[in-house]
């Protein structure tokens, strides 16, 4: 029961550093915690006074709360856990519920059963690593809430046992506070990605990992100077990544439990980190060591800023077939505009090389050739920072530049190149700034990004493609020196649509 005490008092998925999803699952988590007061109350009062109808009623009415709330923060959380961790408890809890409202005889062997369950649970969930401890406790505040339903509610048959049921209450409660205070409610969960706040002197910053897992790991840090490993005697300066914001460090996590330490000057920090194991936690698919590990990690980030389970690839992994068709609608469009050839940029990865090739099709089906011309980027952040500088600069000469979907980024944009780019939603649109929003209010000075958003949302935006022109504009500021800004996708830019819908299956000149 004191592990579940915590779990209704943290973040589900999260360390408290981090937000915990949408505003209603704080307030569902303060209603759970309220009705476990209210069974826990009720069975400190038993031996006083028997329940009587509406104490029963109320009581069976907080359990349901409690089971009903916690089922569903459970449901939503980042990792769920595994249906039979969920399934026997809820059973279990409901019965006891019921029992107790309705005072059937057989209700004290539910409420022994429940016991014996959420102490067996318990039990395993303290040796077991820390992804294993979230589901535990929550299955085991699940059956004890059982037991204690029936403590609270079912009328007592002789005072001896009632004393009794009351001591053991009293110190499962008393047991559960003390843990309240002494355990940190930092934790990490193993195989989930975790942002914290870190202050070093009068510098506040922002720290993600991801994916918190063995292996190579991706630190993304908000301020300069910051250096960060797992050995305080040999750490990685971070550094910036071309088309991203921030700074970065591949920092190698061993398995099980550790640290990972930052310094900013003579400010040194430790955060608790804990990988997991082979046997605790699955593998990890995402591979944060290539070029394209920022964008991996920010998909991660927006999915911790909506409280999302983590992917399973990353973005650069394969290509969307929406974004195989904006990249044929795009070479469509500038056909019927009369170019005869197109330059195109691409680099080594899963994604850009099937881009590459969808391009290529594109070019031979509507009679353009690989050339000369404008300049299709299907890269990464990385290389398509350097070709879009080679454009802004005459080292690669061409008539505008043509961007995949997920090069929507502001540092990409920022760079005079005359950028165009498909896209299937304004990112002017509410549900758009609202991730917008979200993004800034946990990380001030990170930058929107098209794998971000599709993690928050959960999927690709609806919408006809359009193409959108990026121009840098000037900011207005007040007399008072303030940026009015507001939440926009690309901070100081504007995006433009400079088409109508288009169809990649749009006849073309020739075709």
Do not use: K
Not at 117 to 142: I, K, M, N, P, S
Not at 329 to 357: K, N, Q, Y
């Amino acid at each position: 029961m004191s592990g579940g005490l915590l779990a209704v008092l943290a973040p589900h998925g999260h360390p408290l550093a981090a937000p915990a999803g949408p505003g209603w699952a704080t307030w569902l988590r303060l209603l759970v915690l309220a009705a476990l007061v209210v069974l826990t109350g009720a069975a400190l009062l038993r031996p006083v006074a028997a329940p009587g109808r509406a104490a029963r009623v109320v009581v069976a009415t907080a359990g349901v709360a409690v089971v009903v709330g916690e089922s569903a923060l459970a449901v939503l959380a980042e990792r769920p856990p595994a249906p039979v961790s969920v399934v026997v408890p809820l059973g279990l809890a409901l019965a006891a519920v019921v029992v107790a409202a309705v005072g059937w005889r057989f209700a004290a062997a539910v409420g022994v059963a429940a016991t014996a369950v959420a102490g067996a649970e318990c039990g395993v969930a303290w040796f077991g690593d820390a992804a294993q401890r979230l589901v535990f406790d929550r299955a085991a505040l699940l059956t004890g809430v059982a037991a204690l339903a029936w403590f609270a509610a079912a009328r007592p048959r002789r005072a001896l046992p009632v004393h009794g049921t009351a001591v053991v209450v009293a110190v499962v409660v008393l047991a559960g506070a003390a843990q309240l205070t002494a355990v940190d409610p930092r934790r990490p969960v193993a195989g989930l990605p975790w942002l914290r706040d870190v202050v070093f002197g009068e510098t506040a910053a922002q720290v993600l990992l991801a994916p918190h897992r063995p292996g190579w790991n991706l630190v993304r840090v908000s301020a300069d100077g910051i250096a960060v490993g797992t050995d305080p005697a040999a750490l990685t300066d971070t550094a910036p990544r071309p088309g991203t914001t921030g700074r970065w460090a591949l920092v190698a996590l061993p398995e099980g439990r550790g640290s990972l330490w930052l310094r900013r000057g003579e400010d040194v920090v430790s955060l608790p980190v804990d990988t997991g194991s082979s046997r605790g936690t699955p593998p990890s698919t995402l591979d944060m060591s290539t070029a394209d590990g920022p964008e991996c990690a920010d998909a991660a980030l927006g999915a911790l800023l909506a409280g999302r389970p983590t992917g399973t690839s990353c973005p650069a992994d394969d290509l969307a077939d929406s974004d195989a068709e904006a990249l044929r609608a795009a070479v469509g469009f500038l056909a019927r505009r009369g170019h005869r050839s197109a330059t195109l940029v691409a680099d080594t990865s899963p994604r850009s090389v099937a881009a590459g090739e969808v391009v290529r099709e594109s070019l031979r089906r509507n009679g353009m050739s690989e050339g000369h011309g404008p300049v299709v980027v299907v890269s990464g952040w990385a290389e398509a920072d350097r070709a879009l500088r080679d454009v802004a600069e005459g080292r690669l000469p061409g008539e505008g530049s043509y961007l995949a979907p997920w090069l929507l980024t502001a540092p990409l944009l920022a760079i005079p190149a005359a950028a165009v780019i498909p896209l299937r939603e304004n990112p002017q649109e509410p549900a758009a700034l609202a991730y917008v929003s979200a993004l800034r209010d946990r990380v001030p000075e990170a930058t929107a990004t098209p794998a971000g958003y599709a993690a928050w949302r959960g999927g690709p935006g609806p919408g006809p493609l359009r193409l959108y022109a990026a121009s840098v504009v000037t900011m207005q500021l007040s007399t008072t020196g303030h940026n009015h800004d507001g939440a926009r996708w690309f901070p100081g830019g504007a995006l433009a649509p400079v088409s109508g819908p288009l169809s990649a299956a749009d006849p073309t000149p020739g075709g």
